[in-house]
């Protein structure tokens, strides 16, 4: 059981306020639109490569220029275990609401260098390199967002609901880049394909730096939780007690790995795939992508409760098993579909799946940890995961169709899921054996 949240002797601290439902709601809320803004800038990059790849980068074949893109993508990945490592000594030092305020301007800032950044023709080399820099910011702010967002939810929320109120960082996640993907949908029958590439492309990272604002404000009323308002200073460095605890780490990255790869490879990559590989158009990939992803977002809060009346552990081992079994299955199918809805459920069946791991991890991994380290003891091991095995999902599936062995990556994200199940069948329950306290 996690002490941390007792006041030092001989402190004469006044009671503290009750908190009601209705404000842990609010602050839920608040600390949830933040995070989806924080989330589309993300998934932004994703949504539009298709028709900024020529952009920055010289003539080429289109796998070519897509395995650039997706090579950024992977490289503001690398950023993410420094913001998990960065934000969450803050967050465990100065409090989860200001840590989430300073990851929204880092992801301001990198969207709007991406709206105004010159093209490839202009300045040559320097555009692929103001990309990269722009994603770097881009990975520092969301390795920051996640640990201290999960943090906050978890902390947040009353026991009895800590599952359900937790995966609304999913919800918010998911929703980010569903905003992300009906921007895509609204422009591309708005504009035209070759408005699209020349500059149309542009808009959306313009409208995440201007919701930016938006965030900002709404977290800024915020409350701090009592988890955090209420532990006791350690004597010790953070990273010291951090090493104190490497089965939680281990136990973090086992879990993530299996995943957070499943999970990219069915949002982010999916759309690239139903156009490069399955051969659909980028109007029909990208309905599909939004479809199944709003069912998916629905998903989360129904499995988060449900983790709440049976346990987490349950639920981890359900991901596993099937992801095992399906991925391969799936994917092989998917490849030879042609047909729109033939698309759709596939790709639902799998996201049903991946809920299993996306809808309760956040609460999993807060509940492994004390007060005075868990923003970052979620954040660090987490982001060094996901920098490894989801930053890299694209570029790995593309670099397996790129040497004619497409069938590769199944058997890739099979072998990464099967290794986390093992993690999920030896791992204690969190929900049963939580570090969380609240009043």
Request: aromatic residues 12%; charged residues 15%.
């Amino acid at each position: 059981m996690d002490n941390s949240n007792a006041l030092p002797l001989g402190s004469a601290a006044a009671p503290a306020k009750e908190r009601t439902t209705a404000s842990r709601i609010k602050s839920i809320f608040s600390g949830s639109v933040g995070n989806m803004v924080e989330w589309y800038d993300w998934y932004v990059y994703a949504a539009f490569s298709l028709y900024f790849a020529k952009t920055f980068f010289p003539a080429g074949s289109t796998t070519a220029q897509l395995m650039n893109t997706a090579a950024i993508f992977a490289v503001g990945f690398l950023m993410r275990p420094i913001g998990g490592w960065l934000m969450g000594l803050y967050a465990d030092k100065v409090g989860r609401k200001k840590a989430l305020m300073a990851s929204v301007y880092l992801m301001c800032f990198g969207s709007l260098l991406i709206a105004l950044s010159p093209n490839y023709e202009t300045i040559g080399i320097g555009a692929p390199i103001l990309l990269v820099f722009a994603r770097l910011l881009q990975g520092l702010s969301v390795g920051g967002e996640y640990g201290t967002s999960a943090t906050y939810l978890s902390e947040m929320a009353t026991r009895e609901r800590r599952g359900f109120f937790s995966s609304f960082q999913y919800v918010t996640l998911i929703s980010g880049q569903l905003i992300a993907l009906g921007v895509l949908i609204v422009l591309q029958n708005m504009l035209t394909t070759e408005q699209l590439y020349a500059w149309g492309w542009r808009i959306p990272f313009a409208i995440g730096a201007l919701c930016a604002i938006v965030a900002l404000y709404l977290r800024r009323g915020m409350e701090e939780t009592e988890s955090f308002t209420k532990k006791e200073k350690s004597k010790e460095s953070a990273m010291r007690t951090l090493m104190r605890h490497p089965k939680e780490l281990l136990t973090v990255v086992g879990l993530t790995m299996g995943g957070t790869l499943a999970f990219y490879t069915y949002t982010t990559y999916m759309q690239k795939y139903l156009v490069n590989t399955v051969g659909m158009s980028i109007s029909d990939s990208t309905t599909i992508s939004a479809a199944t992803l709003f069912l998916f977002m629905c998903l989360q809060p129904i499995i988060g409760g449900l983790s709440d009346k049976i346990g987490r552990r349950p639920i981890l081992i359900a991901f596993g098993v099937l992801g095992t079994i399906f991925t391969v299955p799936i994917l092989m199918t998917l490849h030879t579909i042609q047909t729109w809805w033939g698309a759709f459920f596939l790709i639902m069946a799998a996201l049903i799946i991946v809920s299993g791991y996306t809808s309760i991890n956040a609460v999993v991994k807060a509940e492994l940890f004390p007060t005075e380290i868990r923003a970052l003891g979620v954040g660090l091991p987490y982001a060094l995961t996901v920098s490894i095995f989801g930053g890299t999902a694209e570029y790995i599936a593309l670099w397996f169709k790129s040497i004619g062995m497409e069938t590769g990556y199944y058997w890739y994200v099979t072998a990464c899921i099967a290794v986390s199940l093992l993690v999920y069948i030896t791992m204690k329950d969190t929900q049963k054996h939580s570090r969380i306290v609240t009043d």
